[in-house]
């Protein structure tokens, strides 16, 4: 399609949105990518940005909150197949795929918790609303809701703080959250904790 020829509205819509989450998944920061550029990519005049959207922030928003949606249906769907193991067990694989995920979508992650920290939606974090998640903390802790959500905002402030973190404690301690093989004894040794 060239520049000027009609496109729809949910048409424009959408292609704003996928220029926008390959832009992020190219690794550009938010503050690099102009509303310029993202229509130019989308072949849509300037103005659709804020005609959709309100403002480029908010169409960052919205493109990385599809991509985490999508993230978790797929996590979700994994984690039907493993319904006969234990609940340690899920609740580990459960989280290696989000860290596992995390280091190899820094800047969608990073804007994602971010944007999370700065919600008050009543939610401890991102995996909050998991369904086999959440299953697994509930047979671990049972009803003591308490314990449940204690146990969820430790798991939240274990995750954000070693990605968000991740240059300083590497310095500190050696620990790459980059590397696989490191990212995943930290969730073996967090489980561990959690059910102690």
Not at 98 to 103: L, R
Request: aromatic letters at 6%.
């Amino acid at each position: 399609m060239k520049r000027g020829e009609h496109v729809g509205e949910n048409d424009a819509k959408e292609r704003l949105i996928d220029v926008t989450i390959k832009m992020i998944c190219a690794g550009k920061k938010p503050s690099e990518i102009t509303v310029k550029e993202i229509t130019e990519k989308a072949e849509v005049g300037n103005g659709m940005v804020n005609y959709h959207f309100q403002s480029k922030d908010n169409l960052i928003r919205l493109a990385v909150k599809k991509v985490m949606g999508c993230a978790t249906k797929l996590l979700g769907k994994k984690m039907e197949a493993m319904e006969e193991d234990s609940p340690i067990e899920r609740l580990k694989i459960i989280l290696k795929e989000v860290v596992n995920f995390i280091a190899n979508n820094s800047e969608i992650s990073k804007i994602a918790i971010l944007d999370d920290l700065d919600s008050n939606q009543g939610e401890a974090h991102l995996l909050s609303s998991e369904e086999s998640y959440n299953k697994c903390l509930k047979e671990l802790y049972g009803d003591d809701m308490h314990k449940f959500w204690i146990k969820n905002y430790l798991i939240a402030g274990y995750i954000n703080h070693i990605f968000l973190k991740a240059e300083n404690i590497k310095g500190e301690m050696g620990f790459d959250f980059y590397n696989k093989d490191d990212r995943e004894k930290a969730i073996e040794i967090l489980v561990k904790e959690l059910v102690n």
